[in-house]
């Protein structure tokens, strides 16, 4: 099974400011079948990314993936109010799936 | 507009069984796998399994392999996830989601295990 770590578990900021979040793989995540999904209290997650790289529909664009094999990152350019929530990441590529424990950005 | 429509909360008691539901409207669901997903109280997100409606095909994490069986009847666009003891352990919020990278969730059902 693959172990995904995030980094940092909390992340303070300030809107305006840019996000990175990180994502290790314990293996390398096979074509890399790496997702990011953003969850907010008391709602269904929702996907940002997956492929690594390719923006879900309608998620806007200051919202990037990059990576592969072991190490992927989720980059928001400029956060906004809305963007305070938890990420998980997620590797779809080896059985089984497995989510990262998250990461917490907060307004600072 | 693609949804995936889930049953209502539950409250049960250890021992007891349980089926859920997540049906899907707005797209072709047998053509799409549907995954399941567990969230303890304050925790994260745990992939259970997924089912593929067109054929059935069926795939467990260990973690949940024998705990749960998940099923799905193409005719009514439903897919199902299932106990058949519950523990207190299985309190928890359920969600389902399309396909391996899950493109759209369900609002997820809470069930409530307590004696």
């Known amino acids: 099974e693959i172990v995904l770590t995030q980094s940092p578990g909390t992340l303070s900021l300030s809107p305006g400011e840019r996000a990175t979040l990180s994502c290790r793989a314990s293996q390398s995540v096979s074509s890399s079948y790496l997702a990011w999904y953003q969850q907010k209290p008391g709602q269904a997650p929702r996907l940002l990314i997956y492929g690594a790289s390719s923006r879900a529909t309608g998620i806007p664009d200051r919202f990037s993936g990059s990576g592969s094999g072991t190490d992927f990152t989720l980059t928001i350019s400029r956060l906004e109010p809305e963007d305070f929530a938890v990420y998980y990441c997620q590797q779809y590529g080896n059985s089984p799936v497995t989510f990262g424990q998250g990461t917490k950005l907060e307004i600072k | 507009e693609v949804q995936l429509v889930q049953s209502g909360a539950e409250v049960k008691k250890p021992g007891e069984s349980l089926k859920i539901s997540c049906k899907g409207s707005?797209?072709?669901?047998?053509?799409?796998?549907i995954g399941w997903v567990r969230q303890m109280p304050g925790k994260g997100l745990e992939w259970m399994g997924i089912i593929y409606p067109g054929d059935s095909d069926t795939r467990y994490s260990p973690s949940f392999q024998g705990q749960v069986t998940i099923s799905a009847d193409k005719s009514i666009s439903t897919a199902y996830l299932q106990w058949s003891s519950l523990k207190a352990s299985d309190t928890a919020m359920y969600f389902c989601?399309?396909?391996?990278?899950?493109?759209?969730w369900g609002t997820g059902t809470t069930v409530t295990v307590s004696s």
């Open positions: 989601a399309r396909d391996w990278h899950m493109d759209v």
């Open positions: 707005g797209y072709s669901f047998t053509n799409y796998w």
